[in-house]
Nanobody, 126 residues
């Protein structure tokens, strides 16, 4: 059984930093894609960042490029999202996902993801 456990969410002021972690247990395929998505109530899920372990390719949405950094520890099947210079508009529920491909035009589509975490809340105050 595959399980994704996210951690690191919380509340910070604008300009601050947070680091999200997601550990994927039970997922044995390789290479794989792990990514972070975010979704606010009533809005579509947005791909934020993803990394493909077959080559270490990384993908970022334009809204976070230059501020967020995704990395992974293959041995631990864990992906990290370092979020710096946080903005109020980064407030969202953040979901981790793992799958066979970083799909979509920009590598941030949900189509290649097979398993999803339950989410961790990030709240940025002004």
């Amino acid at each position: 059984q595959v399980q994704l456990v996210e951690s690191g969410g919380g509340s910070v002021q604008a300009g601050g930093s947070l680091r999200l972690s997601c550990a994927a247990s039970g997922y044995t395929s390789s290479p794989y894609c792990m990514g972070w998505f975010r979704q606010a109530p009533g809005k579509e899920r947005e791909g934020v960042a993803a990394i493909y372990t077959g080559g270490g390719y990384t993908y970022y949405s334009d809204s976070v490029k230059g501020r967020f950094t995704i990395s992974h520890d293959n041995a631990k099947r864990t992906v990290y999202l370092q979020m710096n210079s946080l903005k109020v508009e980064d407030t969202d529920m953040y979901y981790c996902a793992v799958g066979f491909a970083c799909a979509g035009r920009n590598g941030l589509g949900p189509g290649g993801m097979q398993y999803w975490g339950k989410g961790t809340l990030v709240t940025i105050s002004s």
